[in-house]
């Protein structure tokens, strides 16, 4: 069976899509099950100099551990083109027809996209799956609260939010 969601999380040196960059990229295919049928992972190589003025500031600071390793990872990197050409092969390989984009606050994660991969930000459907409404809702509605680990790695927080929104679905039932 192909895919249809296109669970993606960015790493990026911030959160501005003019001035920042996306550092560590993780994609994982699913159906509308939520089972994870794909995945992959890619750095994205950038400037040390922008990482070292951008990655500052209390997030940052709290954040040290992931900091430190996104820096020291940033060597081995590819090219932002060269990730965007495996994503895209990634799609080939796995999605016929329409891809979702779906992650946490995914709107974000779609301005990097947008800017920075081009090729891939045609490929996606205008429409996402963003779990972040389903967030607000069961936090503001239900007083219900899903917490998952924030380590602020690429994968690690794509499936997070995978496990989250099967959380909210089991409500539906």
């Not at 959160?15 to 089972?35: H, M, N, Y």
Request: hydrophobic share 40%; with cysteine.
């Amino acid at each position: 069976m192909k895919c249809s969601l296109l669970w993606v999380d960015l790493e990026m040196t911030g959160l501005s899509p003019e001035k920042d960059r996306i550092l560590e990229v993780a994609v994982i295919g699913t159906g509308w099950d939520l089972e994870p049928k794909a995945e992959m992972t890619a750095v994205v190589k950038v400037d040390p100099k922008l990482m070292k003025e951008r990655m500052v500031g209390d997030f940052w600071e709290k954040n040290s551990e992931s900091r430190d390793a996104l820096m020291k990872q940033n060597e081995k990197g590819l090219s932002v083109s060269e990730v965007e050409k495996q994503i895209l092969e990634f799609l080939d390989k796995n999605f016929k027809g329409e891809v979702y984009l779906a992650g946490n606050s995914i709107h974000q994660d779609r301005k990097f996209i947008e800017r920075e991969m081009p090729e891939l930000n045609k490929r996606l459907h205008y429409r996402m799956f963003d779990v972040s409404a389903w967030k607000i809702y069961f936090e503001n509605k239900k007083g219900k609260k899903f917490t998952k680990p924030e380590n602020h790695r690429a994968l690690d927080d794509i499936r997070g939010s995978i496990e989250e929104m099967k959380w909210y679905l089991t409500f539906l039932k």
